[in-house]
């Protein structure tokens, strides 16, 4: 089946330690997305990716740090310059102008 | 600058009737998409329904539709015929074509009561 993997589901992370988060997709998309989701709150967005070897800022890019090496592939990494990293992250991918198809998302605590 | 606004942070409504949740944007391209998602509290994001800028009919999916008014930079979420398992966040967003950058709006949780 095709879709979005992310992992792990729930990550725990030590005060100074940078961390990474998984994303995967098998849908052939060339966009992807990463979101940060506090209690209560939207979905804002950290970094986005039109094709392979090519990123963009968001909003809240600050402290965090990405890669697209592969189509298939948009990891994550929670620098320890980020001094509020717990929350919900989502990733997403999309193609044409329809829907973004979203992972189960990573859950992060800082411990 | 592109923008998304929920203004309603929660709503409750009575099993089976209609709502309607808020949603205006702001953008400069005259090219965009307009989409509505439930996230339930397990988390995940569930899509319902999409609009494009150049779309003459209102979408509708169901029991979704979208109340897409262009002038008034609105794309509007009713529900007809609310039920329990309704209960959730509702999020608004927007992608601009040009940059395919896809914002969301802050949310609205809606609850329904039996």
């Known amino acids: 089946d095709g879709g979005i993997t992310q992992s792990p589901k729930y990550l725990f992370r030590k005060e100074g330690q940078n961390v990474t988060l998984s994303c995967e997709q098998n849908?052939?998309?060339?966009?992807m997305y990463w979101y940060r989701q506090d209690p209560g709150q939207g979905l804002r967005l950290i970094y986005y990716s039109q094709i392979v070897n090519d990123f963009q800022k968001g909003d809240i890019a600050e402290g965090y740090s990405v890669s697209r090496e592969k189509k298939e592939s948009f990891p994550l990494t929670v620098t320890s310059a980020q001094k509020n990293p717990t929350a919900f992250y989502l990733c997403?991918?999309?193609?044409?102008?329809?829907?973004?198809?979203f992972g189960q998302g990573t859950r992060l605590t800082v411990v | 600058a592109q923008k998304i606004t929920q203004t309603q942070p929660g709503m409750f409504v009575q099993e089976k009737e209609a709502v309607t949740l808020d949603c205006t944007y702001d953008?400069?391209?005259?090219?965009?998409?307009l989409f509505w998602y439930k996230q339930p509290s397990s988390g995940e994001m569930i899509f319902l329904i999409y609009?494009?800028?150049?779309?003459?009919q209102n979408a509708t999916e169901g029991r979704y539709s979208l109340n897409f008014q262009k002038a008034r930079k609105s794309a509007n979420l009713v529900i007809s015929a609310s039920q329990l398992g309704d209960s959730a966040m509702y999020f608004c967003?927007?992608?601009?074509?040009?940059?395919?950058?896809?914002?969301f709006g802050k949310g609205t949780r809606l609850h329904i009561l039996p």
């Open positions: 849908l052939n998309h060339d966009a």
């Open positions: 609009q494009g800028s150049y779309d003459q």
């Open positions: 967003a927007m992608r601009e074509w040009r940059d395919d950058k896809i914002i």
């Open positions: 953008t400069s391209d005259p090219s965009y998409g």
């Open positions: 997403a991918s999309m193609e044409g102008n329809t829907e973004a198809f």
